[in-house]
C-alpha cells in the first residue's frame, strides 16, 4: 500500500514543491510557523511566494505524526475533511476557504490548505466573551443549522448519523465514571452549587441524548465554543468565522447554541442577553427557510439543550491532555453552564424530553 505524495508528516516536509503540487500553481517559497500545540493533529501558518494568484498565507492543517495515533484519530480527520467538501458549500456560515484538502482513508493521512483568517484573532474561553460576539456567533450558527434543516440527505454522507438506542445507552454507562474523573480532577475549582448540577446531568443522559432530533436536526458542530471562534478584534459587533470541524454529527441544532450561549457568557451578562440572543438565531434560521418552528419552541430546545456543557466538558477534561489552561478553560465553561442550568430549570424538564 503505497502512501500518496502528499502526505506529510512534519514541518520540514511543507517544500515549495509540495505546496505547488497540492495548490495546483507554482510556488517559489514557504515560510512555515506552528501554530497551537497539536493535541489531535498539527496546524501551522505557511507563507508562500510565487504565482500572482497564489494566496499570501495558508493554514495547513496535518494529522498527528504517530502512524498509531492516525489510526485512532481516522474518523475525527475523515470528518472535518467532509465538512469542507460536502457540507460547508451547501450552508451559510463564515468558515474558512478551502485551497486544498486531500484525505487517504486507509493511513489516516490527510491535508486541509485553509484560508488564513487573520486579522480576525481567536477567542479566549477562559476570560469568556462580549454579548456582541455572541450574538454575532450564534447568527453565524443559525447559518450552519438552517440550510440542510432536518435535511434527510444529511443521513446519507458518510460518518453522520443520529444517536441510536445503543448510542445512548452507551453514552449513559460512561458519563457516570467520566463525571467522577471530571469532578475529582478539577477539585475545589468546581463550587459545590455546580457539582450538584453537574451531577444532577448524570441520571437522564440517555433520554436527553435520543430527545426530539427525530422532530429536528441538524448539521451539529458539537464543541462551538469561543476558542474555536474567530472574532473581529475588540470584542464588539463584527465579522466571526468558525473553525475546527472534527467532531460534526447529527443532532438537535439547539445543541450548539445552548452551549455557545451557556460557555461563554458570564451569568450576568447572558441573564441580560440570552432571550436576544437565541431571537436573533431563530430569525436567521427563518431566514434560510426553517419554516414550523417558532421562537417559543426555539427558546425551550435554547434550555432544554444546556446539559451539552456539562457533557462536553466533562468528557473533554476526563480524557485530554490535562493542562493548567485546559483546567481553568474547563472550570470556567462549567460554573457559567451551571449557572444557565439552575437559573432557568434545565434538569426540572420533564426526563429531559
Known amino acids: 500500500m503505497s502512501t500518496p505524495s502528499w502526505a506529510i508528516e512534519s514541518p520540514d516536509q511543507i517544500t515549495a514543491a509540495w505546496a505547488a503540487e497540492l495548490l495546483g500553481h507554482p510556488v517559489a517559497e514557504v515560510l512555515v510557523e506552528q501554530v497551537g500545540t497539536g493535541q489531535i493533529g498539527t496546524c501551522y501558518r505557511v507563507s508562500l511566494a510565487g504565482a500572482p494568484d497564489l494566496p499570501a498565507r495558508v493554514l495547513v492543517k496535518l494529522p498527528a505524526p504517530d502512524a498509531g495515533a492516525r489510526e485512532l484519530l481516522k474518523g475525527v480527520y475523515r470528518s472535518e475533511v467532509t465538512f469542507y467538501d460536502r457540507l460547508a458549500p451547501t ?63 444529511l443521513l446519507e454522507v458518510p460518518g453522520l448519523a443520529l444517536n ?52 429536528r436536526y441538524g448539521v451539529l458542530h458539537g464543541d462551538y465554543r469561543l476558542d474555536n471562534l474567530m472574532f473581529t478584534e475588540g470584542g464588539g459587533p463584527g465579522e466571526v468565522a468558525a473553525l475546527d470541524w472534527q467532531t460534526i454529527s447529527l443532532a438537535l441544532p439547539a445543541r450548539d447554541l445552548a452551549y455557545l450561549v451557556a460557555t461563554s457568557l458570564d451569568p450576568a451578562d447572558r441573564r441580560a442577553v440570552e432571550r436576544e440572543v437565541v431571537a436573533a438565531y431563530h430569525a436567521r434560521l427563518v431566514e434560510l427557510g426553517v419554516r414550523d418552528y417558532d421562537l417559543e419552541t426555539c427558546w425551550d430546545d435554547y434550555v432544554f439543550a444546556l446539559p451539552q456543557g456539562p457533557l462536553v466538558a466533562s468528557f473533554g477534561c476526563a480524557y485530554g491532555t490535562r493542562t493548567e489552561r485546559g483546567d481553568a478553560m474547563f472550570a470556567a465553561m462549567t460554573r457559567r453552564a451551571c449557572a444557565a442550568i439552575r437559573d432557568l430549570g434545565s434538569l426540572d424538564m420533564s426526563t429531559h424530553r
Open 164 to 215: 441510536t438506542q445503543e448510542d445512548a445507552d452507551t453514552l449513559a454507562e460512561l458519563y457516570g465514571p467520566t463525571m467522577d474523573l471530571f469532578v475529582d480532577g478539577l477539585g475545589d475549582r468546581l463550587a459545590p452549587e455546580d457539582v450538584e448540577v453537574l451531577r444532577g446531568c448524570v441520571p437522564g443522559v440517555a433520554a436527553w441524548a435520543l430527545a426530539r432530533q427525530d422532530e
Open 91 to 153: 450552508l451559510a456560515a463564515r468558515v474558512p476557504t478551502v485551497h486544498a484538502s486531500r484525505l487517504d482513508e486507509d493511513s489516516g493521512h490527510f491535508v486541509l490548505a485553509l484560508e488564513d483568517l487573520s486579522p480576525l484573532v481567536q477567542g479566549d474561553q477562559v476570560a469568556g466573551a462580549t454579548p456582541a460576539q455572541v450574538l454575532d456567533a450564534a447568527v453565524n450558527l443559525a447559518g450552519v443549522h438552517g440550510p440542510r434543516w432536518s435535511d434527510p440527505t
